[in-house]
């Protein structure tokens, strides 16, 4: 039973580190298959939905097992997505006892995020990048470089540490806008527009959204609706912080600015 419980717990801690880090869900249930039954286990059966795990395994002669793991969502962070993976193959491949496999488990755990100064040049470049591709000028992809840049500043050390989702979201918009229109007042830009679109878009939950729709299509319809719940609210919260800018600045400044 302990070599047992031993596998499970290996096979669920990357089920686990899967589902917080922005892997699908089908993704999730196929790596803990293919690590218990590598390890000997094939009774085993899994449920996941977007925030938890429901794991269980019944071999013969030994007592049943029932796991329930709850898995707050989170931001993704596919570097640990792709570690996981490969650790998956590598298992299955036979380099990797169950210790040796939970060791690992351990360290990709433990792989440190990008830098504050990579997360906002990354932003940045973000930001200016889909200015320009949504029709600004390089003028504009400049002011939105700069706009993607404060925000994300903001997002670091405001937003995530002290705020909710819903209200990082509103604020957050809301930030992004009052810092491209700035900008646009002192004559960095041609259009305001273009600038906002690029500002907000470290806002856009793409992994989540894109993740939801993978659930759907794989027939994980509870999962992918939570997700496309999540993301379409951070979508309207995004919304709501820019339309309360702009309906603001229309009204202090009788549309001279828009």
């Known amino acids: 039973m302990e070599h047992e419980r031993d596998i499970m717990d290996v096979a669920i801690e990357a089920g686990h580190i899967l589902l917080e880090n922005g892997a699908e869900i089908f993704r999730?249930?196929?790596?803990?298959y293919r690590i218990s039954r590598h390890y000997g286990i094939d009774s085993g059966s899994i449920f996941t939905l977007s925030n938890g795990l429901f794991v269980t395994a019944d071999s013969v002669g030994a007592e049943p097992f029932a796991k329930v793991i709850h898995v707050p969502v989170g931001s993704a962070h596919l570097d640990r997505v792709a570690a996981v993976n490969q650790l998956s193959r590598e298992i299955e491949e036979g380099k990797f006892t169950v210790s040796e496999a939970r060791a690992e488990l351990e360290r990709i755990r433990r792989m440190p995020g990008k830098t504050y100064r990579m997360q906002v040049i990354g932003a940045a470049l973000g930001s200016a990048g889909f200015a320009y591709i949504y029709g600004g000028s390089p003028i504009?992809?400049?002011?939105?470089?700069?706009?993607?840049?404060?925000l994300y500043v903001f997002i670091l050390?405001?937003?995530?540490?002290?705020?909710?989702?819903?209200?990082?979201?509103?604020?957050?918009?809301?930030?992004a806008t009052v810092a491209s229109m700035l900008l646009y007042s002192l004559g960095l830009?041609?259009?305001l527009d273009y600038i906002v679109i690029g500002a907000v878009v470290s806002l856009i939950?793409?992994?989540?959204?894109?993740?939801?729709?993978r659930d759907i299509t794989d027939e994980n319809y509870l999962a992918g609706v939570v997700r496309m719940l999540d993301a379409l609210l951070v979508f309207f919260c995004i919304a709501m912080?820019?339309?309360?800018?702009?309906?603001?600045?229309?009204?202090?400044m009788g549309g001279m600015l828009l």
Not at 28 to 32: A, I
Not at 157 to 173: A, D, E, N, Y
Not at 205 to 213: D, E, K, S, Y
């Open 205 to 213: 939950p793409g992994v989540a959204f894109t993740n939801a729709i």
């Open 28 to 32: 999730v249930e196929e790596t803990v």
């Open 157 to 175: 050390f405001v937003s995530r540490p002290h705020l909710s989702k819903m209200v990082g979201s509103i604020t957050g918009g809301a930030a």
């Open 140 to 150: 504009d992809s400049l002011a939105a470089f700069i706009a993607g840049a404060l």
């Open 241 to 252: 912080g820019v339309g309360l800018v702009y309906a603001v600045a229309q009204k202090l």
């Open 189 to 191: 830009g041609e259009h």
